[in-house]
């Protein structure tokens, strides 16, 4: 008998077009806009510090591939400079380099490779990385120096060297208001390299969720969850407890919202998940923010605590129709 042609195979059968390259480089450009705002900040120290953290993960990983004899190759696909880059956007423009080579190098190695590398650890590997270096050297990864300049050319001299919610938290909601939500919204305010630069990281999140990288389930959880939660607070007690507003562009909630909470390995896979772990990992953050004694950390803590969640949140499932009662219990059991 003749032979079709055609060969039978498992699926998929039609490439979406992503690729795990694809996917990284997009990342590394949606971030590009963070890194100017840095650069512009806080100058050379900002080129240095990210110069560092990239060559660095690049080392790390290469070193890492050949001690579990994986081809060097995967190199290519971005996602060590990916996390290099990631991690020194949230730390001082003049942190020392040997700190940035630290965090880096435990980012790579016992956050992502000891685990099996991309795809199989069970925690975000860039916070993984900050939270061995918080551990570590508190004093040095939060001090924060001032910027060059504010967004409008000018010396910015009398920014205080704290953040807006250190300010918070010492001295109360009023004493925050030295800080416009429009100053912190467009990254005059002190903090990590890129991780404050607020419009600039909306700017990357909307490109990444055109794109098609990231779903925008995560974000809009987060988000809604940021008033849900942050607006209760504050209608109990609008002068103990700051705005809605005020926590979503404080800090890095934003560097959080668009591009560590959302990460691939460690965020749910069902749609209906991913807006409970958005919203799970807000509803913490604003906790930990207001009552906890890291508040600089909230968001990231928040989503390393949730990361712990996501096989639950994957359960969340539509209903298969069609389905026996016994082949649906079998299906949700898989």
Known sequence: MKSSGLIVDVGPHIHGGNSIARTM???????MPAVAVGVYMFG?????????????????????LRALKKPASALADGSAALTGLLLVLMLPADVPWWVIVV??????VIGKMLFGGLGAYPFN?????????LLSWPGLINKW????????????????????????KRYGVQMSGQFSLLDSFLGFQPGGIGSVAGLALVIGGVFLIARNIISW???????????????????????????????????????CIFFLAP???????TKWGKLLFGLCCAALTIVIRTHGTHANGSARFAILLMNLLVPF???????ILGLPKKSKEAAADA
């Open 263 to 269: 990460e691939h390995t460690t965020s749910p896979n």
């Open 125 to 133: 590997p860039v916070i993984v990385g900050w939270v061995i270096l």
């Open 313 to 319: 949140f994957d359960r969340i499932r539509p209903p």
């Open 103 to 108: 965090g880096v190098g435990s980012s790579i």
């Open 217 to 255: 389930q995560v974000p809009a959880g987060f988000i809604a969850g940021i008033f849900i939660f942050g607006g209760i607070y504050h209608a109990v007690d609008p002068t103990m407890y700051a705005s809605p507003l005020f926590h979503l562009v404080s800090g890095t909630t934003l560097f």
């Open 44 to 64: 050379a120290g900002a080129v240095r510090a990210i110069a560092v953290a990239v060559a660095a993960a690049v080392v790390f990983e290469y070193l890492m």
């Open 25 to 31: 480089h997009n990342q590394i450009i949606a971030l």
């Open 145 to 168: 120096p001032r910027p060059n300049h504010t967004l409008w050319g000018g010396i910015a001299e009398s920014l205080p060297a704290q953040t807006t919610i250190e300010i918070m």
